[in-house]
């Protein structure tokens, strides 16, 4: 490798997809050239069509070679991510970029922003093209199925390394999501962030801050998190901020994880959302049983047909909406339905909240709200209303907002052990089922039968996964779709109109 071609190479392709501008060419490139502690230049020739994650790639196994860094996860990402930085413009810069923009079509300001995400290395396409995607077809719709390779192995050299850090006594910044990320190199356990840039963005009576999730999972997926690190919460107030997003930002969806353990994401102990440019299969699905709110009379409410329980409003007000969705809100909270196993209340914890999603569709607000209870019991200690042990081989995690849509998200070991669960439908004694899989694998050879060969076994395999997880869908409903649960329902609703 000719490092000062290599050099060459990715300024050139940071002009050319306009991080950088051929005035601060030589600036970035004694920069860079400091980072891989270089004293002196020699110009070369740089005709190339390789891409940033490429070179970017080489620059860094120089500074391997080199030993200017150590050889392992963290400094490898964290070198990498400050020579993009070079060629980054600062955060103030890309605002005023952002909003000028936002001027002529809110929707160029987004285009604008998720290009340069990508386009500085922030979001590694890479890494996400890994990612194995596909679809399965059921009577809600089509459900997305991705089984998510891209977040890179540890190596043991790394494993090693976060043994032997030690924890500051400040953990600066707190979480994931604090708005302290922004430019921060990163260490060992803890992501680089020196090419991290992040939009102000105003909602009722605070700031909040938009970034793009570096691992996307669909298009333009965004997470606008709180300038203040503190616990997730839904209230009105959320309510409020979901709607003021959609109206700022009216091609994208937003939405809430819940705030409670079980039913909420992976991340409570900071206030945020996620959208994106993306319909869902619950965006798409039907809605039965419209009824009148006396209440709110110029509001819609319907039921969705989907397999968890949500209620769909629409009006024109957003402000209407935000307190008919805090009035189901705190009615729900305290609602039981025994008979159908929904208990509000047990040992002194709430068991009820709500996943709500906002999103403007022809000329309307609308709210999804997903009604959520993470109760347990001796027969299902993971949660009721959560994925039961017979899918438990597929998914186990938490259900939150992203699956509840209808997308799931599903653990990188599944690439190999679907891979041989095909081989044993196709017929090979030696394939290696793993011991979880095996009552399921059996299952679909006995429903197949004769039906089976090497030809069609990866369809199968995909859209019996895909039924997996309606299954996870359908247990997480705490309104089954069977009769019993159609009128629970209805009942729930009947008893709200009459507050």
Known sequence: ????????QLLNKAEEVFLLKKEDEIYARNQILSLLSIENYIPEQAGSDREIPDLLEDLTEYACEKRIIGDYLDAREIFASKIMDVMIPLPSAVNESFYRKYTQDPADATDYFYELSKNSNYIQMNRISKNIVFQTESEYGNLDITINLSKPEKDPKQIAMERQAKQPETKYPKCLLCIENEGYAGRIGHPARSSHR???VNVPRETWYLQYSPY???????????EEHRDMKISKATFERLLS??????????GSNADLPIVGGSILTHDHYQGGRYEFAMAKAQEEFPCR????PELDLSIVKWPMSVLRLKSRNAS???????MILAFWKDYSDPELGILA?????????????????NGLFELDLVLRNNRSNDEHPLGIFHPHADVHHIKKENIGLIEVMGLAVLPARLEKELKEIESYLAGNPDAAVASYHLDWAKELKMRYGNDLNKNNVSDIVKKETGLKFLRVLQHAGVFKRD??????????IDSLKMI
């Open 1 to 8: 490798m000719n490092i000062f071609s290599t050099v060459q």
């Open 198 to 200: 992040m939009i102000r």
């Open 216 to 226: 996307v999972y669909y298009n333009e997926h965004c997470i606008l998190l709180c």
């Open 245 to 254: 997003f959609v109206e700022q930002f009216p091609h994208y969806f937003i």
């Open 293 to 296: 709110w006396d209440r709110f």
């Open 320 to 326: 209407i909406l935000a307190d008919a969705a805090d």
């Open 345 to 361: 209340m047990s040992d002194g914890s709430l068991h009820n909240t709500i996943t709500p999603i906002a999103r403007k569709r």
């Open 483 to 492: 009769s019993e649960g159609k009128d629970g329902f209805l009942r729930f």
